[in-house]
């Protein structure tokens, strides 16, 4: 079967680092997206990541480990704006987006 | 970027009537629409998807009868809500994709329905 696994909620200090993990399963992968999702507004998109490894792109990155079933999304230098939910979503061999429960961080001063 | 554009943002309706909502994209042709709805504090709930010119594929306990979904063309999916009850009010969110495989889905801003 498929699963997707993600925390319900994280707390961080504004300026400080978080990572947020995700854990999935599932016999067909095409890639793993890390989105963003204020509440009242819909995802935007943060990441892709198809191979192993990490990929920077300014304060966020990720993470993929495709033999563990394992990402993580990285934040870096917290900003108050950054308190959201992120959402990490698979991408099956059907091409359709497998979607977590989503993870809302709490960013504090 | 890609850019798709979700209408109305908000709907306050009474029971027993329709909504319809609409979702284009702007700046490319979506082969594929996708149409979910989340309730609060939950994550994104898959109803259908829809190929340009043949009918939807909904997921499993969503009703086709109540929620009509059109994709005419290949910039422009609807969803219409009908027979709207309070149980159906919830945030709908479209996205599109362009071509087919790996790429990236683009989302419409949401539409907030309140049924009265």
């Known amino acids: 079967g498929q699963n997707i696994d993600q925390p319900t909620e994280m707390t961080a200090t504004e300026g400080a680092i978080v990572q947020i993990n995700c854990t999935y399963q599932?016999?067909?992968?095409?890639?793993l997206f890390w989105y963003q999702q204020h509440a009242g507004e819909a995802p935007t998109f943060l990441s892709y990541?198809?191979l192993d490894g990490l990929e920077e792109k300014g304060r966020f990155s990720s993470f993929l480990s495709r033999s563990k079933g394992y990402s993580y999304l990285l934040l870096k230098e917290l900003q108050m704006k950054d308190s959201a939910s992120y959402l990490c979503a698979f991408m099956d061999s059907n091409y359709q987006l497998i979607w977590g429960a989503g993870t809302k961080l709490i960013i504090k001063p | 970027g890609a850019v798709v554009s979700q209408h109305p943002s908000w709907v306050i309706c009474k029971s027993g009537t329709s909504v319809k909502i609409e979702c284009r994209s702007l700046d490319f042709q979506a082969t594929t629409m996708f149409w979910y709805r989340q309730f609060p504090k939950q994550s994104l709930m898959l109803m259908a998807t829809s190929n340009e010119g043949s009918k939807a594929t909904y997921e499993q306990g969503v009703e086709k009868d109540k929620f009509l979904i059109n994709h005419a063309s290949l910039t422009l999916s609807t969803l219409t809500v009908t027979s709207a009850h309070p149980e159906d009010s919830s945030f709908y969110i479209c996205?599109?994709?362009?071509?087919?495989?790996?790429?990236?889905?683009?989302f419409g801003s949401g539409t907030r329905l309140t049924v009265v």
């Open positions: 599932t016999s067909g992968f095409n890639g």
């Open positions: 996205s599109a994709r362009e071509g087919e495989g790996i790429n990236g889905y683009t």
């Open positions: 990541n198809v």
